[in-house]
């Protein structure tokens, strides 16, 4: 017979959000007349921006017009949104890099979880904990996991982020050749400082390590100190890459659209005493694996960054952001210590000490409230819950009113 990939195999048979699925299920049965709000997985509910809207209209005309109708694009994207990317994104930051280093997509997870593609099976990958899983469970199956020991993989190197060290890690002791960073943070919704991400910059420049930078959530940055991308930092080119995404910044969740960017500065070993480039390894990847995101969305990624539509998705991020304010003075109310949702849409509570993530979450579920466990994020989330500010004003104001018929 056939037979199976084992590293497969080796995967959690049940995943965070599936869990969390399986047992909100259970509840809506039983509880038909109670109205569940989630404040747990991170989807977006707002709708589209109209500018967003109207060039969707108008790419969609041209595809019913021979003169304009468009088949398979660029594996790489389109010219018109991988310019406006760099001009806006990047150069109004002051950072130089060229369209050909930006590849468009249809989201930052699978990007995120192809591209360790590239690397050798026996590379060490070093990941913050707690962890948005994709990255672990990506490397897993890639055959670089080791063997699942208690609560964490034998050959992974995890970097604990929490209370202790104001959720910045620590440089790990062991040299890895993968560090995955993403800021701000998911789950925790916190952010390193601009100091603290060179720090890290300079790490990978002298151990020579490749940074998988996680950039999905920086529209909600508002702390001058907190840089938007890692490329504003010296050197950085030289050692990352950079995955952002219009999912959370646009609302773009049910579209699918994103970008990673791969500096032509970053080279890594042969193997045989030489460099290769990972611009032309990733392209050649995309050009064999992928056949482009569609014009029509990459035309309404377009209009984001239109004058227009640019106010529009602001006052988006802007609703959201006070969100995540009235939770976190919430939680706090409650005596529960709270981290993040300043410069990102999640905030981390400390559960009360008679229980622990699970439990927390099943104690919320009795009030009709999902949150996200940060058991499921790693070893080091047990204790916590996520948050996420992406619900509508009402739904955020009665999610308070909940809560504060717990204490």
Known sequence: ????????????????????????????EANPDKRVISLGIGDVTRPL???VINALHTAVD???DAAHF???????????LRDIIVEYDYKARGVNLSADEVFVSDGAKPDVG????????????????????????SNVMAGR???????????????????????VPDFPKVRPDL????????????????????????????EGCVIMYDSAYEAFITDADVPHSIYELEGAQE?????????????????RCAYTVVPKALQISDGKGGKVSLNALWNRRQCTKYNGCPYIVQRAAEAVYSEQGHKEIMGVIAGYQRNADMLRTAVSDMGLSVYGGVNAPYIWVRVPSDTDSWGFFDRLLQVALICTPGAGFGASGEGYVRLTAFGSPEDTEEAIKRLRGLC
């Open 114 to 137: 192809n591209f360790q593609e590239l690397f050798a099976q026996d590379s060490l990958v070093a990941v913050t904990d707690p962890v948005y899983p994709v990255y672990v469970d």
């Open 179 to 206: 560090i995955y960073l993403c800021y701000p943070n998911n789950p925790t919704g916190t952010v390193l400082s601009r100091a603290a991400l060179q720090g890290w910059v300079d790490y990978a420049r002298r």
């Open 145 to 167: 996991s080791g063997e699942m020991e208690g609560k964490q993989w034998s050959n992974i190197v995890y970097l604990p982020c929490v209370k202790e060290n104001d959720f």
């Open 239 to 255: 050692v990352a890459v950079e995955f952002r995404s219009f999912s959370k910044t646009a609302g773009f969740t049910g579209l």
């Open 1 to 28: 017979m056939t037979i199976v990939n084992s590293n497969f195999l080796k995967l959690q048979s049940n995943y965070l959000f599936a869990d969390i699925a399986r047992k909100v299920a259970a509840f809506k």
């Open 62 to 64: 041209e595809m019913g």
């Open 70 to 80: 468009h088949g398979y694009g660029p594996e790489q994207g389109y010219a018109f």
């Open 49 to 51: 921006v109209p500018a």
